[in-house]
């Protein structure tokens, strides 16, 4: 079967580091995404890793082991807004379709 | 710049009533165009996908459906909606390294 997944929820600090985990299992991988979902809203693109090895974008980094079937979404100067719900996806199948599957997400609770 | 819309943003409906949610891409041609559906609680699901016009492919059973009448123009339909339809209908665009979501439509059926 496929499966994404990430811990349910998370608690750090304002200025902190924090890193989300996600493993997965599918049939064919194309890549892995992380989005951004702040209650209510819609998911915000993040980054998109379909090599090994780490992404920097900013404050916000991701990791790749396809080996491993492993990733990772690291935040940096974590700020009261990055409180939101981080969701793990996997672009399986045909390469062509592009069809992701999500994990559940993580939801991340800044505190002061 | 690309931009996805999407509407209504929220819409209330009786069980058993039908339904139409439009979405429109501009500045790009020939996407390929997403409907996913999140509820309450729960992960996003993809329902239907489509990598060309006329060109639907459905991901799972169930009481909806979808066109592609147009290039940028992708609608998600059903002829009466059961209360399970409930949830956050979210359209999205793909390029190479990108998946896009539109803002999305909060359904409620009643």
């Known amino acids: 079967g496929q499966n994404i997944d990430q811990p349910t929820e998370m608690t750090a600090t304002e200025g902190a580091i924090v890193q989300i985990n996600c493993t997965y299992q599918?049939?064919?991988?194309?890549?892995l995404f992380w989005y951004q979902q702040h209650a209510g809203e819609a998911p915000t693109f993040l980054s998109y890793?379909?090599?090994?090895g780490l992404e920097e974008k900013g404050r916000f980094s991701s990791f790749l082991s396809r080996s491993k079937g492993y990733s990772y979404l690291l935040l940096k100067e974590l700020q009261m807004k990055d409180s939101a719900s981080y969701l793990c996806?996997?672009?399986?199948?045909?390469?062509?379709?592009?069809?992701?599957?999500f994990g559940q997400g993580t939801t991340l609770q800044v505190k002061p | 710049s690309q931009t996805i819309h999407q509407w209504p943003a929220t819409l209330v409906q009786p069980v058993g009533s039908p339904l139409s949610l439009e979405c429109t891409v501009e500045?790009?041609?020939?996407?390929?165009l997403y409907w996913y559906r999140q509820a309450a609680g729960r992960g996003l699901q993809l329902l239907f996908y489509?990598?060309?016009?006329?060109?639907i492919s459905s991901e799972v059973p169930q009481n909806l459906s979808a066109s592609r009448p147009q290039d940028r123009q992708f609608i998600l339909s059903s002829k009466k909606l059961l209360l399970s339809d409930s949830g956050f209908y979210l359209c999205?665009?793909?390029?190479?390294?990108?998946?896009?979501f539109g803002p999305g439509t909060r359904l409620t059926v009643t």
């Open positions: 999205a665009w793909s390029a190479s390294g990108g998946q896009y």
């Open positions: 599918t049939s064919g991988f194309n890549g």
């Open positions: 890793n379909v090599l090994d």
């Open positions: 996806a996997v672009s399986h199948g045909s390469s062509n379709t592009g069809k992701l599957i």
């Open positions: 500045g790009t041609s020939n996407p390929n």
């Open positions: 489509s990598v060309g016009i006329g060109q």
